[in-house]
């Protein structure tokens, strides 16, 4: 099997007016999808555990009788961890332990209590960081059971002091991924519901009878998962509404065009909508590496949604100069950005927008997915313009504090009612008054 993979030149005048079709994808809302999320939603509110029990028999072909015996408890848990192969809970446990303590570095960079400093009128100003108290965490279930997301989810969250964390998890035909609920056990998550879908996005914000409201959510799903997830925010946080899967590989030629040609597949295989993009100066450099593609392709068991998702939305692209490819890499802000070079640190100083960062032809971004240790949860879709990788701080908050000394009240005092008079506030003016002398 070969594949027709889009090529484009820098070089040719309308080059940015390609690159910009290539890149156009909009997550455009189905309405249908809409309206029978607003309507299970809106359900669960409503009868609460009654509309989850009815949505989740109906969804995931079950016949249970309460929400209850949907919970997983920790003991099953601790089973599923106990009944994994020893190289397999191995490479577990080594993973959570890396994610974990990345994640510790970063509590300690981010300043796990706060500050505050005393001004010389004795007035004490500062803020104080404490974790969000309940996180709800939705894992995929049945076709798409991702171990790794309960780590890159759960570990944070408790790194960063939440007290609680509910996972829930579909199970289709009742049928329970063990990697899954061991991934649980060793991230530390207090409860498990299984339980997916809409009805679970808003059981979680809501609360029913079973199963406690949180105070935000996070984790991937389903077109349906993303747009109750986008309906709920305001009433719970949300870490963000994922779009397809991403890769934009920098290379200066010198890497094995085959190790090059994995790297797009591994993002190429998520679905068919996923973006696999290489840069390079070398023309003769990308037609190795095309041909890598046609070479290996047929060995892939998920060859047919490669071969979609790299000839719909897939590119080589000749560039000037790796300069060049730094510049473009910027205005594609992509999800995983590997610099596939000699010297990869030169190149990664020019870049200001990516998700992550691997450098170096050794660092393959599926190192980067199960065990290296940073989030593998990151902006899709040109929002690492604005946006970061999921971490320590999405489960924190922060709080000001305002400790006014009596010579403070003085000063400040004159400054707000001058202020709020001139905004028509009598009443804020009034109140710093009174404190004057």
């Known amino acids: 099997m070969t594949i027709t ?57 079950l016949e249970v009788g309460s929400v209850a015996a949907l919970e997983i408890g920790q003991a099953e848990l601790q089973a599923a961890l106990a009944s994994l192969p020893q190289a397999r809970r191995a490479a577990l446990e080594s993973a959570a332990a890396r994610v974990r303590s990345y994640h510790q ?20 100003l500062g803020q104080k960081v404490t974790a969000v108290d309940r996180v709800g965490i939705y894992v995929p279930g049945g076709k798409a059971a991702y171990p790794s997301s ?53 059981a979680l914000a ?43 590989v920098i290379c200066d030629g010198s890497t094995d065009p085959d190790w090059v040609a994995m790297d797009l597949f591994s993002q190429a295989e998520h679905d068919e909508l996923a973006q696999s993009i290489l840069l390079c100066p070398d023309a003769a450099y990308l037609d190795a590496v095309q041909a890598s593609v046609d070479k290996l392709l047929d060995a892939m068991p998920r060859k047919d949604v490669i071969h979609t998702s790299l000839t719909n939305r897939g590119a080589l692209i000749k560039v000037r100069d790796m300069a060049e490819a730094c510049e473009i890499a910027n205005a594609i802000a992509p999800e995983h950005l590997e610099i596939s070079a000699q010297n990869p640190q030169q190149w990664a100083d020019q870049v200001r927008h990516a998700g992550a960062m691997f450098l170096g032809r050794f660092s393959s971004e599926s190192l980067g997915d199960y065990c290296a240790g940073p ?63």
């Open 206 to 248: 809501y609360g029913t009878e079973a199963i406690p409201a949180v105070d935000k959510i996070v984790g991937p799903g389903n077109a349906y998962v993303a747009a109750a997830k986008r309906r709920v925010f305001g009433v719970v946080g949300i870490d963000m509404i994922a779009g397809p899967s991403e890769i934009l």
């Open 5 to 61: 993979i889009r090529k484009l030149d820098s070089a040719t005048p309308d080059f940015r007016t390609q690159l910009s079709a290539l890149l156009a994808f909009e997550a455009s809302a189905d309405e249908a999808i809409e309206k029978a999320v607003a309507g299970i939603l809106a359900d669960v509110k409503a009868r609460g555990d009654a509309a989850v029990l009815e949505y989740t028999n109906r969804f995931d072909r």
């Open 150 to 202: 309960v780590l890159m989810n759960a570990i944070p969250a408790k790194v960063a002091g939440v007290a609680e964390i509910i996972m829930v998890v579909p199970t289709p035909g009742g049928v329970k991924n063990e990697l899954v609920l061991a991934a649980a056990a060793i991230s530390g998550v207090d409860r498990v519901f299984t339980i997916g879908g809409a009805q679970a996005v808003a």
């Open 105 to 124: 570095r970063q509590k300690q960079e981010c300043g796990s209590d706060g500050f505050t400093y005393t001004e010389a009128d004795g007035t004490v």
């Open 375 to 437: 989030n593998h949860v990151l902006p899709t879709s040109r929002t690492a313009r604005f946006s970061s990788p999921l971490g320590v701080y999405d489960f924190q908050k922060r709080s000001s504090i305002i400790h006014v000394s009596e010579a403070g009240a003085q000063s400040l005092g004159k400054i707000a009612a001058e202020l709020a008079y001139g905004e028509g506030l009598q009443a804020h003016a009034r109140s710093a008054e009174l404190r004057l002398k």
